[in-house]
T-cell receptor, first 111, second 115 residues
Framework: DQQVKQNSPSLSVQEGRISILNCDYT??????FLWYKKYPAEGPTFLIS?????DKNEDGRFTVFLNKSAKHLSLHIVPSQPGDSAVYFC??????????FGAGTILRVKS | EPEVTQTPSHQVTQMGQEVILRCVPI?????FYWYRQILGQKVEFLVS????????KSEIFDDQFSVERPDGSNFTLKIRSTKLEDSAMYFC?????????????FGSGTQLSVL
C-alpha cells in the first residue's frame, strides 16, 4: 500500500534552522491530511492537520502546506528545536474514519 | 491533558493462544480505533468502532480479531488464536464526535510478541 509516501527516511537539521518534511500521496479521494510526531515507546501524537480545501495551515512553529495538483504536502518547523527530534508521520484520511500512514521520517535536530 | 491508556505495555504469548489488549479511551470520545505497527513497517489501520458496532475494518481484521466495549470506559481488542505474524505494536486511539478520523488521540501502545 503506497498511497502515502514519505521518501526521506531521515533528516538532520541544525537547531534554529527550518525543518521541511515532505509527503506525497496518490489517492485523490483523501479529504484530510495530518502530521503526527512519535517518540520511542510512545504512541503517535497529533501535530497539525489540513483539509483538502485549503493550501496552508499554521500553528505556532508548525506550518503545513498542501499542493493538491502535485499531490504533495510538507511540514515546516521554524525554528527547529532539539525537542523536535522524533519520527514524523504523514497521514491521510479516506472517506469515513480510516487514516493511511506514511512510513515516517526521522528528524534529528542538532544543537 | 486527557489521554488514551493502554494495558499491558508488553504482552508475550505462545502461538495459538488468545490475547486481549485493553484500552481506556478519552472519556468524552465516541469513536474508537485499533491500529498496529509491525517492526519496520507502517502504522496500519485495523478497525474503527462507533455506537457499539464496527464502522469500518481493514482486510487485516479477519475472523481471528474482535473488538468490544464491555462497559462505559474500556475498549478491547481480542485475537483468538495468535500467529507469529501478529507480533506488532498495537495502538488504540479515540476521537470525539465532532472530528471523527481527523484528529485521533493515540495510546502508548501494547507490544505484542507471539512466540
Amino acid at each position: 500500500d503506497q498511497q502515502v509516501k514519505q521518501n526521506s527516511p531521515s533528516l538532520s537539521v541544525q537547531e534554529g534552522r527550518i525543518s521541511i518534511l515532505n509527503c506525497d500521496y496518490t489517492n485523490s479521494m483523501f479529504d484530510y491530511f495530518l502530521w503526527y510526531k512519535k517518540y520511542p515507546a510512545e504512541g503517535p501524537t497529533f501535530l497539525i492537520s489540513i483539509s483538502s480545501i485549503k493550501d496552508k495551515n499554521e500553528d505556532g512553529r508548525f506550518t503545513v502546506f498542501l499542493n493538491k495538483s502535485a499531490k504533495h504536502l510538507s511540514l515546516h518547523i521554524v525554528p527547529s528545536q532539539p525537542g523536535d527530534s522524533a519520527v514524523y508521520f504523514c497521514a491521510a484520511r479516506e472517506y469515513g474514519n480510516k487514516l493511511v500512514f506514511g512510513a515516517g521520517t526521522i528528524l534529528r535536530v542538532k544543537s | 491533558e486527557p489521554e488514551v491508556t493502554q494495558t499491558p505495555s508488553h504482552q508475550v504469548t505462545q502461538m495459538g493462544q488468545e490475547v486481549i489488549l485493553r484500552c481506556v479511551p478519552i472519556s468524552n470520545h465516541l469513536y474508537f480505533y485499533w491500529y498496529r505497527q509491525i517492526l519496520g513497517q507502517k502504522v496500519e489501520f485495523l478497525v474503527s468502532f462507533y455506537n457499539n458496532e464496527i464502522s469500518e475494518k481493514s482486510e487485516i481484521f479477519d475472523d481471528q480479531f474482535s473488538v468490544e466495549r464491555p462497559d462505559g470506559s474500556n475498549f478491547t481488542l481480542k485475537i483468538r488464536s495468535t500467529k507469529l505474524e501478529d507480533s506488532a505494536m498495537y495502538f488504540c486511539a479515540s476521537s470525539d464526535v465532532n472530528s471523527p478520523g481527523e484528529k485521533l488521540f493515540f495510546g502508548s501502545g501494547t507490544q505484542l510478541s507471539v512466540l
